[in-house]
């Protein structure tokens, strides 16, 4: 069984403004976080904590991503989404807008946008069996490096350089069940994911 003990915790520093993100279209991130929830890639563990999220770049290095704490609510809307304006890898620290704090896996997704100015979007999804199927198979990162970790970013962060490519999957070696999908939009990123599931579901049969 999945040790998800700490999951869902946010272990960097943070500074926060509480208020709604405005004039942003964020249709799109609903459609494809609400597909993913479905397909109980994101969502939540019995004991109630949340898991998987997803972003899109907005300008520069800045994006928005699924709240803290949302993985465990069915039907999300625009309140459940936060603005990541700037952050530091090597401080282990971010700010954001939002009705709520954004998620515990910020730093990886910033990690990736800071890498190639051309992925605009990244899904992370939890899968027990395509994580064991492709661990250290598809690029894998560090298996020390926990999530929400500056050593996480910035193994992500080499994975993505050395891979020079623009959609990509990556394994979360030291995050059991993690999976890290990018694309330079969300409906590829989102295609890709559902295709990834697909032939698992293939391989099952």
């Not at 403004?17 to 969502?43: H, M, S």
């Not at 991503?65 to 809307?77: E, F, L, P, V, Y």
């Not at 989102?190 to 697909?198: R, Y």
């Amino acid at each position: 069984m999945t040790d998800n003990s700490d999951e869902g915790y946010i272990k960097f520093h943070y500074d926060w403004i509480p208020a709604p993100i405005l004039d942003v279209d964020i249709d799109d991130l609903i459609f494809w976080r609400q597909k993913l929830y479905d397909e109980k890639l994101i969502g939540s563990y019995p004991n109630g904590i949340g898991y998987g999220n997803i972003s899109m770049r907005y300008k520069a290095n800045q994006f928005i991503i699924s709240a803290s704490a949302s993985g465990n609510i069915k039907q999300i809307d625009a309140s459940h989404f936060a603005l990541v304006d700037e952050f530091d890898l090597d401080k282990n620290w971010l700010s954001c807008i939002g009705n709520l704090p954004a998620s515990s896996e910020s730093l990886s997704h910033a990690a990736i946008y800071s890498s190639s100015p051309k992925i605009l979007a990244i899904l992370h999804i939890h899968h027990k069996r395509l994580w064991n199927k492709h661990l250290y198979v598809l690029p894998t990162t560090s298996n020390t490096a926990e999530y929400g970790t500056a050593e996480m970013a910035y193994s992500i962060q080499k994975l993505i350089i050395e891979e020079n490519k623009y959609a990509g999957i990556i394994v979360m070696g030291g995050h059991e069940d993690g999976l890290l999908i990018y694309a330079p939009d969300l409906n590829q990123a989102g295609e890709l994911t559902l295709s990834l599931i697909s032939s698992e579901q293939t391989y099952q049969i």
